[in-house]
C-alpha cells in the first residue's frame, strides 16, 4: 500500500501546523530535551521490520526536527507504540534514513495526520541546514 502526501505543504497544512505550535502547553516545551528546526521535506514512512517494509510505504512531510525525534504530517495515521524506518529526501534534508517509534498520532483534519516520532539514536542536528526555516531554542 502506498500513499503519497501531495508535493507541498498546503496553505491551510501550514496554517493548522503554526496552530499546533503555537497550542502546545508549556510543560510540554519544558520537557522537550533537544532544539527543534522547523524544517518542511519529504519523507517515506515504512515498517521497520525487513519482512514488512515492503508492505507499506507512506508519503508525507517533516514539520520539525531535533537531535531527538521529528514531527510528521501524514496522510494515514500510524500506530503510537510501533517502530518505523523514515527516510527524509537528501536533497532537501541530509539525514539518513533512522529507525524511530510512533509517540503520539492525531488526526488535524480529514486524512491529514500529525505525527511525532522519536529516533532510536540522537542524530547531530549541525550539519543539517537545507530546508530548515528556523530553529526553535532549547527550552
Same mark, same amino acid.
Given at each position: ?68 525525534? @521529528?514531527?510528521? %504530517? ?5 500506530? *503510537? !507504540?510501533?517502530? +518505523?524506518?523514515?527516510?527524509? &529526501? ?14 503520539? @498520532?492525531?488526526? %488535524? ?5 500529525? *505525527? !511525532?516520532?522519536? +529516533?532510536?539514536?540522537?542524530? &547531530? ?15
Amino acid at each position: 500500500m502506498i500513499q503519497h502526501a501531495k508535493n507541498e505543504l498546503s496553505q491551510q497544512d501550514a496554517e493548522l501546523l503554526e496552530e499546533l505550535r503555537a497550542s502546545t502547553p508549556d510543560s510540554v516545551l519544558q520537557a522537550r530535551a533537544h532544539a527543534r528546526i522547523n524544517v518542511e521535506a519529504m519523507v517515506t514512512v515504512r515498517h521497520a521490520n525487513m519482512s514488512q517494509r515492503a508492505l507499506m510505504q507512506i508519503q508525507g512531510y517533516s514539520a520539525d526536527v531535533s537531535a531527538g525525534g @521529528c514531527q510528521l %504530517i501524514l496522510p494515514i495515521p500510524t500506530f *503510537v !507504540g510501533d517502530i +518505523f524506518w523514515l527516510s527524509f &529526501d537528501r536533497n532537501q534534508l541530509d539525514l539518513a534514513p533512522v529507525y524511530a517509534r510512533c509517540l503520539r @498520532c492525531r488526526e %488535524i483534519r480529514q486524512e491529514t495526520f500529525e *505525527v !511525532g516520532f522519536t +529516533f532510536f539514536s540522537p542524530i &547531530d542536528l549541525r550539519h543539517m541546514t537545507a530546508g530548515a526555516k528556523d530553529e526553535q531554542p532549547l527550552v
